[in-house]
């Protein structure tokens, strides 16, 4: 049996919406084995990108716990959650996120420059990723030069290029059609269980989540098997 890598423990954050309060997530418990792959699928609103930004450490929850290969992100102050992201954890977005005034070469490298990676092993890195994505020839393009596909598989290649412990992915197929979109899914699988990493994708696709381990259901702000 696999070590549990993550684990989340009564997590719940809310939101505040002119004189009401809305509860997104009440008291998620959920554990994630080492290496796994899991796909989270839910309607529009249920809360997915809200899960993925608690993960990351890009919000604060109102209660409850993460815990990420015994590192416990809740009880970490906002910069050292920033700190602990940029190192571990990778984000491939469904708008891609890309900076248009860098080029893709700048855009992957980005990761390593702001953990202080510099160097020949970075320009290894980058290009052995971009050679991974198909696109090892498209450094000094610029992004809105290339087509969503492709900006997508940039955005892979930014996601993995400082090794990261986690791979979150909001909706990474949800701005391309279909046949693009399997592509991307196909190389996101293929990347992530190459190198062993645990990857969390959030969809309302079925195809989508079919690429997963394991699929989890988010319902009225809670985490179910079916």
Not at 138 to 147: I, N, V
Request: hydrophobic share 40%; charged share 25%.
């Amino acid at each position: 049996m696999r070590d549990d890598f993550m684990r989340l423990e009564k997590l719940s954050k809310s939101f505040r919406e002119g004189p009401h309060t809305r509860s997104v997530l009440r008291d998620v418990n959920a554990v994630f084995a080492k290496g796994e792959s899991v796909a989270v699928v839910g309607q529009s609103g249920s809360g997915k990108s809200t899960l993925l930004n608690l993960i990351s450490g890009i919000d604060d929850a109102d209660g409850g716990a993460i815990w990420l290969d015994g590192q416990n992100l809740t009880a970490l102050e906002e910069r050292q959650r920033t700190l602990f992201r940029r190192r571990h954890i990778g984000f491939v977005f469904q708008f891609f996120n890309l900076l248009p005034t860098l080029t893709v070469w700048e855009n992957v490298m980005l990761p390593l420059e702001l953990n202080g990676i510099n160097g020949a092993d970075a320009s290894q890195r980058v290009q052995s990723l971009l050679d991974a994505v198909g696109l090892g020839d498209r450094g000094d393009t610029f992004p809105d030069r290339l087509s969503g596909g492709e900006q997508q598989r940039i955005a892979i290649a930014r996601a993995l290029v400082h090794d990261p412990r986690l791979v979150l992915a909001d909706e990474p197929t949800g701005n391309l059609d279909e046949d693009t979109g399997c592509q991307v899914l196909n190389l996101l699988d293929r990347l992530t269980r190459r190198a062993g990493k645990n990857l969390v994708l959030v969809t309302h696709s079925p195809d989508a989540a079919a690429y997963a381990d394991r699929i989890l259901y988010l319902r009225d702000g809670k985490l179910v098997d079916a």
